[in-house]
T-cell receptor, first 114, second 117 residues
Framework: DGGITQSPKYLFRKEGQNVTLSCEQNLNHDAMYWYRQDPGQGLRLIYY???????QKGDIAEGYSVSREKKESFPLTVTSAQKNPTAFYLC?????????????FGEGSWLTVV | AQSVTQLDSHVSVSEGTPVLLRCNYSSSYSPSLFWYVQHPNKGLQLLLK??????LVKGINGFEAEFKKSETSFHLTKPSAHMSDAAEYFCVVSAILSGAGSYQLTFGKGTKLSVIP
C-alpha cells in the first residue's frame, strides 16, 4: 500500500539534545512538507521541499533543519535551538504543480522534552 | 495572502442529528478548499475538496460542503451524525508557495466535533 511512514511515533528529548524524526513516502511525490501541530493552533509549516536536494523554510523554521537527499525521504531534525519543541509533528507529501492537488499526511510523531 | 476562519472551536451534536461545521476564507485569487478530519493521535485524512468545478462537493462518510463565493464560505455538513464522526475537523485553503508551482495549505484552527449518544 502506498503511503507516508513517520517514525518514531513517540520520542522524548532531553534539554540540549538534537533529535531526528523520520519521514518516508512511497507515493512517488516530488513535494514533501513538515508541519507542527499545537492544541488549538491548527497546523504550521516548518519546511517544505519541492524536489530532491532543494528545500525552503516555512513559517516556523527556526530551531529546525531538514535534508532531502532522496525523493522518498525528508527527515526533520529538531535542534537544541528550538526552545519549545514539545508538539505533534506531521509529515506530508503531494504531487507538484496544481493548487487543487491533495496533500497526504503521515500518522504523526509526538515529541516531548523531558 | 489567504486565511481561514473556523467559526466554532467546538461543536456538540446528538447522534442522528445534522452536523454543520462553519468555515470562512479569504484569498486573493480563486482558491482550492479542503476539509480534513483528524482522529486523536492520528494524521489528517481528506474528506473532500473544491477545485472550481461543482460548488456542491460530496466527500467520504456522507459529508458534503458548498462553496459560496459571495459569502466566502465553505461550510461542512452531514445529514445525520454518527458516533464515529467525533474528531477534529480542519478547513484548509491552498496558496501558492513560489513561482515553481508548489502550493502551501493554510489551515484553520480546527473544530472539535463531539457526538452525544
Amino acid at each position: 500500500d502506498g503511503g507516508i511512514t513517520q517514525s518514531p511515533k513517540y520520542l522524548f528529548r532531553k534539554e540540549g539534545q538534537n533529535v531526528t524524526l523520520s519521514c518516508e513516502q512511497n507515493l512517488n511525490h516530488d513535494a514533501m512538507y513538515w508541519y507542527r501541530q499545537d492544541p488549538g493552533q491548527g497546523l504550521r509549516l516548518i519546511y517544505y521541499s519541492q524536489i530532491v536536494n532543494d528545500f525552503q523554510k516555512g513559517d516556523i523554521a527556526e530551531g529546525y533543519s531538514v535534508s532531502r537527499e532522496k525523493k522518498e525521504s525528508f527527515p526533520l531534525t529538531v535542534t537544541s535551538a528550538q526552545k519549545n519543541p514539545t508538539a505533534f509533528y506531521l509529515c506530508a507529501s503531494s504531487i507538484r504543480g496544481a493548487r487543487g492537488n491533495t496533500i497526504y499526511f503521515g500518522e504523526g510523531s509526538w515529541l516531548t522534552v523531558v | 495572502a489567504q486565511s481561514v476562519t473556523q467559526l466554532d472551536s467546538h461543536v456538540s451534536v446528538s447522534e442522528g442529528t445534522p452536523v454543520l461545521l462553519r468555515c470562512n476564507y479569504s484569498s486573493s485569487y480563486s482558491p482550492s478548499l479542503f476539509w480534513y478530519v483528524q482522529h486523536p493521535n492520528k494524521g489528517l485524512q481528506l474528506l473532500l475538496k473544491y477545485t472550481s468545478a461543482a460548488t456542491l462537493v460530496k466527500g467520504i462518510n456522507g459529508f458534503e460542503a458548498e462553496f459560496k463565493k459571495s459569502e466566502t464560505s465553505f461550510h461542512l455538513t452531514k445529514p445525520s451524525a454518527h458516533m464515529s464522526d467525533a474528531a477534529e475537523y480542519f478547513c484548509v485553503v491552498s496558496a501558492i508557495l513560489s513561482g515553481a508551482g508548489s502550493y502551501q495549505l493554510t489551515f484553520g484552527k480546527g473544530t472539535k466535533l463531539s457526538v452525544i449518544p
